[in-house]
């Protein structure tokens, strides 16, 4: 069983940064995918980045070229670097695990932007 947890959630103003960091209970070398997705209220969870094993990478268009995801194998962690931020961004974010066939969800991390 996987357990994901995420941190670095936090209230900040419309134009900062966060970096957001998910740590998994075990070696994630072999995990397909890890991404960041999130929720606002009344809205249906959607991606915002993910990184294969390879290194590829792949964003929402709404954060491309205001996030940067990396994974780092030897300590088990994926990291959602966030700039420039809006209220918009303002969600829940989860962190997420493909391992084979298999899904997996931390338990999500608040991200308040105020204006």
């Known amino acids: 069983q996987v357990q994901l947890v995420e941190s670095g959630g936090g209230l900040v103003q419309a134009g900062g940064s966060l970096r957001l960091s998910c740590a998994a209970s075990?070696?994630?070398?072999?995990?397909?995918?890890m991404g960041w997705y999130r929720q606002a209220p009344g809205k249906q969870r959607e991606l915002v980045a993910l990184?294969?094993?390879?290194?590829?990478?792949n964003y929402a268009d709404s954060v491309k070229g205001r996030c940067t995801i990396s994974r780092d194998n030897a300590k088990n962690t994926v990291a959602l670097e966030m700039n420039s931020l809006k209220p918009e961004d303002t969600a829940v974010y989860y962190c997420?695990?493909?391992?084979?066939?298999?899904?997996?969800w931390g338990q999500g991390t608040q991200v308040t932007v105020s204006s």
């Open positions: 990184v294969t094993s390879g290194g590829s990478t």
């Open positions: 075990g070696s994630i070398s072999g995990f397909n995918i």
């Open positions: 997420n695990a493909v391992v084979k066939l298999n899904l997996y």
